[in-house]
């Protein structure tokens, strides 16, 4: 990944010397994030109310999970960094059986390792 980013940037750099990138429309302007074009006509009120009611996709809110526990990781030591790094790993194996198709066979075994830590911690 590390060479893919490094061409990324020299290209940007490049095209920033020519001037490619000056002048474009919507310039120096904030992105608008609540643009729902791409998202299919029938389901645009369903999903403005779920993002309003604060919905978070499970795949999203794994990912903030592991985030949060990253932090805990580096804030922590001992048992309770432990127990972090284990359910780290639990994490990223639930995303790496979603992106492989075999979500439900792993999102079962995640499931009751999680039951079996959450019982050790509070023993």
Request: no cysteine; hydrophobic share 35%; charged share 30%.
């Amino acid at each position: 990944m590390h060479a893919f980013e490094t061409i990324t940037e020299q290209r940007i750099t490049e095209a920033l010397a020519r001037g490619e990138l000056t002048n474009l429309p919507g310039e120096g302007q904030p992105l608008d994030l609540s643009d729902d074009q791409l998202v299919p006509e029938d389901l645009r009120m369903v999903m403005r109310i779920l993002k309003n009611s604060g919905y978070v996709p499970p795949e999203v809110q794994t990912l903030k999970d592991i985030a949060e526990l990253e932090r805990q990781i580096l804030a922590s030591s001992g048992e309770h960094r432990s127990q972090a790094l284990k359910k780290l790993r639990l994490l990223s194996m639930r995303v790496n059986a979603a992106r492989s198709g075999n979500l439900q066979l792993e999102a079962d075994y995640y499931d009751r390792l999680v039951e079996s830590l959450d019982a050790h911690e509070s023993a």
